[in-house]
Nanobody, 117 residues
C-alpha cells in the first residue's frame, strides 16, 4: 500500500522552529522529486519547496527562502522540512508530495502547523 505520512507539526511561538517529517511506504522515493505544500484556511494550496531526485536541484518559495530547508534521506525513505524563524503567516496544513517536476503522484494527509503566541 502506497502511503505518505507527515509528522512533526504542532503549536509553536513566533520565532520558533519545527521539523516536519514525511515517511513513505509501499514504494521508494528514489528517482522522484519530493515537495512540501501548505494550505491556510481560505487560501489555495501553495508550493513551499521542492528537491530533485538527486538531492541537488532545489527551490524554496520566496516567502520561506532562508528560513525553511527541504531535505531527503533516500535510505530511510523520508523527506524533511526544517522550519526556522516561524511567523504567524506560516500557519497552515503542510503536505508532502512525491512525483516528477511537473506532477505529484502521491500525497500525504497533512500535518497542522500553528504559529501563535
Amino acid at each position: 500500500q502506497v502511503q505518505l505520512v507527515e509528522s512533526g507539526g504542532g503549536l509553536v511561538e513566533p520565532g520558533g522552529s519545527l521539523r516536519l517529517s514525511c515517511t513513505a511506504s509501499g514504494f521508494s522515493i528514489r528517482g522522484y522529486f519530493v515537495k512540501w505544500y501548505r494550505q491556510s484556511p481560505g487560501k489555495e494550496r501553495e508550493l513551499v519547496a521542492w528537491l530533485g531526485e538527486f538531492g541537488v536541484a532545489t527551490h524554496h518559495a520566496d516567502a520561506v527562502r532562508g528560513r525553511f530547508t527541504i531535505s531527503r534521506d533516500n535510505a530511510k525513505n523520508m523527506v524533511f522540512l526544517q522550519m526556522n524563524s516561524l511567523k504567524p503567516e506560516d500557519t497552515a496544513v503542510y503536505y508532502c508530495a512525491v512525483g516528477s517536476f511537473r506532477s505529484d503522484d502521491y500525497w500525504g494527509q497533512g500535518t497542522q502547523v500553528t504559529v501563535s503566541s
